[in-house]
């Protein structure tokens, strides 16, 4: 091992911290991201024109935002947020600081995704539920998001597994992480073992995430 990895041995403090730094950063900016994209899809859902409580204007707007959000670059983002993310937080350099540009990155196309999994819950269950006098929290509650779950769930997972490469982005700007040790050390410096064992990280927990979201999947899919 010493052979094949001698500069990663030398660091073995500093790449669980920076594992630790990656996890820290994709939970919170997960949890946050579920919240807002959760909320922001399911209004999209029900404003949008034949929708539960339509409003052309609130849907216009929510929809333009998330179109415009997802189309900067994250890198881009990443600086263009910077003056919010220091009044936010007090500064743009460290792990906490990243979950700003982290979560308004990865909200919108979360958003989008529960918006496409809600719209494939059957309309005749959503009509029903309507011609039973339920009302419009109820059906949300009731139908979109319980018969949706399963669906939500799955687009979560691809959102988390997505969050996970912005995090190796942020470490571009000094946000700690695998990413940072990648590029501030292994790609820096030459030193490809850093590289390559930081990328295997990063692999384990797509995977990791993968595997427990598709289990999750199983479990609550009402198909």
């Known amino acids: 091992m010493a052979a094949l990895i001698p500069n990663v041995l030398q660091m073995k403090a500093e790449f669980l911290q ?19 994209g959760l909320l922001f899809g399911v209004l999209l859902v029900v404003t949008q024109p034949g929708g539960l409580l339509e409003d052309r204007l609130t849907y216009s707007v929510l929809d333009k935002v998330v179109n415009l959000l997802r189309s900067i670059p994250f890198i881009i983002l990443l600086a263009v947020i910077s003056p ?11 792990t906490t600081a990243a979950l700003v540009p982290l979560i308004f990155g990865i909200f919108p196309f979360y958003a ?4 496409n999994a809600l719209l494939d819950v059957d309309r005749g269950v959503v009509e029903a539920a309507e ?18 779950l399963g669906d939500i769930v799955r687009v979560s997972i691809v959102t988390v597994i ?11 700007i000094g946000s700690g992480g695998l990413g940072d040790i990648a590029i501030s050390i292994g790609y ?12 295997i990280i990063i692999l384990i927990m797509v995977f990791a995430v993968q595997i ?5 999947a199983k479990k609550v899919d009402h198909h």
Request: zero cysteines; glycine letters at 8%.
């Open 112 to 115: 989008r995704q529960v918006q």
């Open 131 to 148: 011609s039973m006098g339920s009302s419009p929290m109820a059906i949300i509650f009731r139908v979109y998001l319980k018969e949706g």
């Open 84 to 94: 919010l993310t220091n009044f936010l937080i007090g500064t743009t350099v460290g």
């Open 18 to 36: 920076a594992t630790w730094e990656t996890i820290y950063m994709t939970f919170f900016s997960a949890l946050i991201s579920a919240v807002l």
């Open 212 to 216: 427990i979201g598709d289990w999750i």
């Open 188 to 199: 820096a410096r030459f030193e490809n073992d850093i590289t390559f064992v930081a990328m």
């Open 162 to 172: 997505s969050l996970i490469g912005l995090t190796t982005m942020a470490g571009a």
